[in-house]
């Protein structure tokens, strides 16, 4: 094997080559060189486990046997040929995924796949906007979409927006983030107020008629925000009043994350017109797509849509392997059992260390918010850079997440045991410990 080059070496062609502005994550990047299952090693050899999982694309785990056989098997097969020809591994990964979809909408019926998530909801918007004739979109505070234009203009974070103007018609309304509520009430007294939000921008921003509302069942970028049990319940109720579709955008919850159900919308009960997703619907593979019925589809039947790399051979044959491999694993159920167990860990932690304000999420989609003091709920964000750096140094990797940056995320491999996850609790103690001096 040849020498790897070192992470100084490759930050110096980073910056001689690539774009500025391309994001890395710790004072002193990794360069990592091998993934296996829940684990991940550096070019020293030095194991870690991800905590992270690749930024929540790794679902099963990295480089998972197998998935790995059966996308190599195609690789020697056939790699490209696009959506214009006909080729069997879209049309059975896209009928597996209306199969799964139908537990979240027994309507589902047709998809498309993309390349990326942000690619998912530019398509969501042709789609909403074919069906309801209408141009106007309703997203969320703290919320991600994407990185083009239309998909910032629906991004409700000011770190991720730029290069204004967007395309017209997003408008932003607070989040249902209970702990730091932007309406300054409590739940459950409040009688979740923040979903009146939703109906108050439409009659008073938009036309009266919106194309479609979006959100992610739990922000993830946006610090693991998991909304009550009566928020998108409610929400839906006003989306559909107003003669709008309801948009789930499970990018990062979706196949299983949280526990139990193959999409977060799922734990909510609310029954999406459309579900975009991409991440850990393939495994890492570059993979995004829509979900939706035939009724929402059928205007599309008039327009012509396409896409290069969408959906070939390669890819979707990845992404059947790994939706079969996290039912035949019964990962779902391990997402519900392994993260009750560290959701409960996760809260000792609080009570042991008053650097933590809040635990909160669902299966393995969990945040860790860490505040100066739990009175003012002030973000304690170079504690929480403190912290993320300290699990690195203790062979652990977390993401970290929120507007402020105070937001420890933890979205392992769904293939995570408690073991793991106790080793992701020592990790955290020790770091959180070393933060707080």
Not at 113 to 126: C, D, H, Q, R, V
Not at 312 to 337: C, M, S
Request: aromatic share 8%; glycine share 10%; with cysteine.
């Amino acid at each position: 094997m040849s020498k790897h080059l070192s992470p100084e070496e490759i930050l110096a062609l980073r910056e001689k080559y690539l774009l500025p502005g391309t994001s890395t994550y710790y004072e002193k990047p990794l360069h990592i060189v091998k993934g296996e299952m829940q684990f991940v090693f550096d070019h020293t050899g030095k194991r870690y486990l991800d905590a992270f999982g690749a930024v929540v694309t790794i679902s099963a785990g990295h480089c998972h046997p197998d998935i790995l056989k059966r996308t190599m098997a195609q690789s020697e097969q056939l790699q490209h040929i696009t959506s214009l020809y006909l080729t069997e591994p879209v049309v059975r990964a896209a009928e597996k995924l209306a199969t799964i979809a139908k537990d979240a909408n027994p309507k589902m019926q047709k998809c498309f796949f993309t390349n990326s998530g942000t690619e998912a909801n530019e398509l969501m918007g042709i789609l909403a906007k074919a069906y309801t004739k209408s141009h106007e979109f309703v997203a969320l505070y703290h919320s991600f979409h994407g990185r083009t234009l239309f998909s910032m203009g629906l991004t409700g974070q000011s770190t991720w927006r730029h290069s204004m103007p967007y395309s017209y018609g997003a408008k932003l309304v607070p989040s249902a983030y209970c702990y730091q509520c932007p309406l300054k009430l409590e739940y459950p007294t409040c009688g979740v107020a923040c979903a009146d939000q939703v109906e108050d921008a439409v009659k008073y921003s938009t036309a009266g008629k919106i194309a479609a509302y979006i959100a992610e069942p739990i922000q993830g970028n946006g610090g693991v925000i998991d909304p009550p049990k009566e928020y998108f319940p409610k929400v839906y109720d006003i989306v559909k009043k107003y003669g709008g579709l309801y948009v789930s955008d499970e990018v990062q919850t979706g196949f299983g994350r949280t526990g139990g159900k193959w999409f977060g919308i799922e734990q909510w009960g609310v029954k999406p017109d459309i579900i975009t997703m991409a991440k850990g619907l393939g495994n890492g593979a570059p993979a995004g797509g829509v979900v939706t019925t035939s009724e929402v589809a059928e205007p599309m039947r008039q327009l012509s849509h396409f896409s290069t790399y969408g959906g070939n051979p390669v890819t979707t044959t990845q992404v059947l392997a790994t939706i079969e491999t996290i039912e035949a694993r019964g990962y779902k159920e391990n997402a519900a059992t392994v993260g009750g167990y560290l959701k409960e860990k996760l809260v000792q932690l609080k009570v042991k260390h008053p650097l933590v304000g809040d635990v909160r999420g669902k299966g393995l989609m969990l945040g860790v918010e860490f505040v100066k003091s739990r009175e003012s709920r002030e973000p304690a964000a170079k504690e929480t850079a403190r912290v993320m750096e300290a699990c690195k140094e203790r062979g652990v990797l977390v993401g970290k997440g929120a507007q402020a940056g105070n937001v420890i995320r933890i979205k392992p491999p769904l293939c995570v045991t408690k073991d793991d996850a106790d080793t992701v609790i020592d990790a955290l103690d020790g770091a959180i410990r070393e933060a707080a001096k």
